[in-house]
């Protein structure tokens, strides 16, 4: 699937879970910033979304306010779903991973507001508590809703499963922005900068009280990652 066919099956993967969210009671809102750290992660074919969303002073914006992370602890993963999947197949502990909110803020916000909100990555699309984590200090969600944020995140790594992801920061600096069909490195040549090999779907992490319910989501979801791209006649 070329760049082009896996932006425009992540825009339907993006709009598919906001027709999901909207239907749920949340109290996040504008300038509501408690989760928005410098430890969100997300695949390359995300980080690809909001450069070509940017304007060209924009995008000197961003590589501005993110090149200062490298030098800042914040959270690099390990390994990404998929792998965990296959781990749980393998009968394989995962890897511990220290991750702290008080390592900072994302390093974009303006105000306590997401400049690139439109295009925000599904690392953050999915944080969606019933309560004012302000207030309460952690984030509430329910149960069968955390099954579905697991199941997006695996098809949308699956759509870029020959891509890379890791830290927010560390995924945008590493790729070539004026080239959409560069393949992602694996080695950065940072050594400050971390990312990890995206996997195909090995197994989906849904628990058995949300097998039935999920089923419907779940054949949308395969729709969209296996359409085949639209062809002029």
Same mark, same amino acid.
């Given at each position: 699937?070329?760049?082009?066919?896996?932006?425009?099956?992540?825009?339907?993967?993006?709009?598919?879970?906001?027709?999901?969210?909207?239907?749920?009671?949340?109290?996040?809102?504008?300038?509501?910033?408690?989760?928005?750290?410098?430890?969100?992660?997300?695949?390359?074919?995300?980080?690809?979304?909001?450069?070509?969303?940017?304007?060209?002073?924009?995008?000197?914006?961003?590589?501005?306010?993110?090149?200062?992370?490298?030098?800042?602890?914040?959270?690099?993963?390990?390994?990404?779903? #998929?792998?965990? +999947?296959?781990?749980? *197949? =393998?009968?394989?502990? /995962?890897?511990?991973?220290? !991750?702290?909110?008080?390592?900072? &803020?994302?390093?974009?916000?303006?105000?306590?507001?997401?400049?690139?909100?439109?295009?925000?990555?599904?690392?953050?699309?999915?944080?969606?508590?019933?309560?004012?984590?302000?207030?309460?200090?952690?984030?509430?969600?329910?149960?069968?809703?955390?099954?579905?944020?697991?199941?997006?995140?695996?098809?949308?790594?699956?759509?870029?499963?020959?891509?890379?992801?890791?830290?927010?920061?560390?995924?945008?600096?590493?790729?070539?922005?004026? #080239?959409?069909? +560069?393949?992602?490195? *694996? =080695?950065?040549?940072? /050594?400050?900068?971390?990312? !990890?090999?995206?996997?195909?779907? &090995?197994?989906?992490?849904?628990?058995?009280?949300?097998?039935?319910?999920?089923?419907?989501?779940?054949?949308?979801?395969?729709?969209?990652?296996?359409?085949?791209?639209?062809?002029?006649?």
């Amino acid at each position: 699937m070329e760049i082009k066919d896996k932006l425009n099956a992540l825009e339907r993967l993006f709009d598919l879970y906001d027709q999901y969210s909207q239907q749920l009671p949340v109290a996040c809102r504008k300038h509501c910033a408690h989760c928005c750290t410098c430890n969100v992660t997300l695949t390359s074919i995300e980080a690809r979304h909001i450069i070509k969303a940017l304007r060209p002073e924009r995008r000197a914006d961003l590589e501005h306010n993110l090149s200062p992370q490298l030098d800042r602890q914040r959270f690099q993963p390990q390994i990404t779903l #998929n792998h965990l +999947a296959q781990g749980y *197949l =393998n009968k394989q502990e /995962p890897p511990e991973e220290p !991750i702290d909110a008080d390592w900072g &803020p994302c390093p974009l916000l303006e105000n306590n507001a997401c400049p690139i909100y439109e295009v925000r990555p599904f690392g953050c699309r999915c944080l969606l508590s019933r309560q004012d984590c302000g207030i309460s200090g952690y984030a509430e969600i329910d149960a069968y809703t955390i099954t579905v944020n697991y199941v997006f995140s695996q098809f949308i790594e699956h759509l870029d499963h020959d891509g890379i992801s890791g830290n927010f920061s560390d995924v945008l600096l590493c790729l070539d922005w004026e #080239n959409d069909n +560069a393949k992602p490195p *694996l =080695n950065t040549g940072d /050594p400050r900068c971390h990312v !990890i090999a995206n996997r195909p779907i &090995p197994l989906l992490l849904i628990p058995p009280e949300h097998q039935g319910e999920i089923t419907a989501l779940v054949n949308q979801l395969h729709a969209i990652v296996t359409a085949q791209p639209e062809t002029s006649q």
